[in-house]
């Protein structure tokens, strides 16, 4: 068996969509034809971005001269550089040919030539099936090649809208609690007078919520990064929604972003996050609330919000809960130190 592993020129667009193709139907066959996954369009615009922090890498795998998998490593460069991100996606109809520990070895080779020691990957797999996944294909194939379950997290899903009045009772209760702080919400680019406390606290979040037993850092205070990524969303074809609650100097103190597929009609909450010494004052629940009546004022057709949280992270789901989400599946995050 000769498995040969190239890397995708991420302009060469046929070589793209053949990736995409096979990431998509992988994931779909794995979690159900309706799964949410990330579009084509908006996987070829991260391929392409020109990053200065991250490097992004797409592969298709070969077995015998037969496309069989596409895979993917992405190796930060500046912070966490002992860590390298991979994912394997076997094509449905050629598994069990052994392609998957093929391709598996030649990215852990690939990390191991880029001086990456600690390498993650993910598997999600149904909400009913339990938290730890034993006897999920995703889950044994992670656990046979030597990757520790690091932290469990619960994906929720909210259908849209949410009902005027349960929003307006949510939002007198935690004004109850957060008199002296203001919120202020946009779409689009973040505005400069609050970017910085926005990229302090987009930074914070990885490490600042649950993180299990991933071995990860906090990630440098960058607003150029904010504005390189907001270039790309715009490419994407994604539109985002944020809102920040501030203190009586002006400091931002928490904030909350979701953002809108283009392309699958789709809500994503990304980060949510409170500073350590403004917690108490529910401003978590006042800023996703805020946010969440701007999205459906302004995003009317959006009918489903996404969002995941670690298991253990009770807090956020119980305002998530508040909300109306509902779990709808478990993502594992998986950790294998060289």
Do not use: C
Not at 285 to 314: D, F, P
């Amino acid at each position: 068996m000769m498995l040969e592993l190239t890397q995708v020129d991420p302009f060469d667009i046929p070589a793209v969509d053949l990736w995409w193709d096979i990431y998509a139907a992988a994931e779909r066959a794995d979690r159900g034809a309706e799964t949410a996954v990330w579009t084509r369009n908006e996987s070829r615009h991260e391929l392409q971005q020109r990053s200065q922090t991250i490097e992004r890498r797409a592969y298709l795998a070969r077995l015998d001269g037969e496309i069989v998998a596409s895979a993917r490593l992405a190796l930060p460069l500046r912070d966490n550089v002992r860590t390298a991100s991979l994912g394997v996606h076997v094509a449905p109809e050629l598994r069990r040919r052994g392609a998957g520990t093929a391709v598996l070895n030649a990215l852990e080779s690939a990390a191991r030539d880029a001086g990456r020691s600690i390498l993650t990957s993910s598997a999600s797999w149904p909400y009913e099936a339990g938290d730890d996944g034993t006897g999920i294909p995703g889950r044994e194939f992670a656990r046979r090649h030597g990757y520790d379950l690091a932290l469990g997290d619960v994906q929720s899903r909210l259908r849209l809208p949410v009902d005027a009045e349960l929003l307006d009772d949510l939002e007198t209760q935690a004004r109850a609690h957060s008199t002296g702080y203001t919120l202020r919400s946009w779409i689009g680019s973040v505005p400069t007078a609050v970017v910085r406390g926005w990229a302090e606290l987009d930074a914070a979040v990885e490490t600042e919520a649950p993180i299990g037993d991933l071995d990860i850092e906090p990630t440098s205070v960058d607003v150029d990064e904010i504005r390189a990524n907001e270039a790309l969303l715009a490419q994407q074809n994604r539109r985002s929604y944020g809102t920040v609650a501030l203190d009586g100097t002006g400091r931002v103190v928490a904030y909350t972003q979701l953002v809108v597929s283009g392309d699958d009609g789709n809500a994503y909450q990304w980060g949510t996050l409170v500073r350590r010494e403004a917690r108490g004052h529910r401003l978590g629940a006042a800023v996703k609330i805020a946010n969440l009546r701007m999205l459906q004022q302004h995003a009317a057709a959006v009918r489903s919000v996404y969002t995941y949280n670690a298991g253990v992270n009770e807090h956020m789901l119980s305002i998530n809960r508040a909300l109306g989400f509902a779990p709808s599946e478990h993502m594992g995050e998986f950790q294998k130190k060289l």
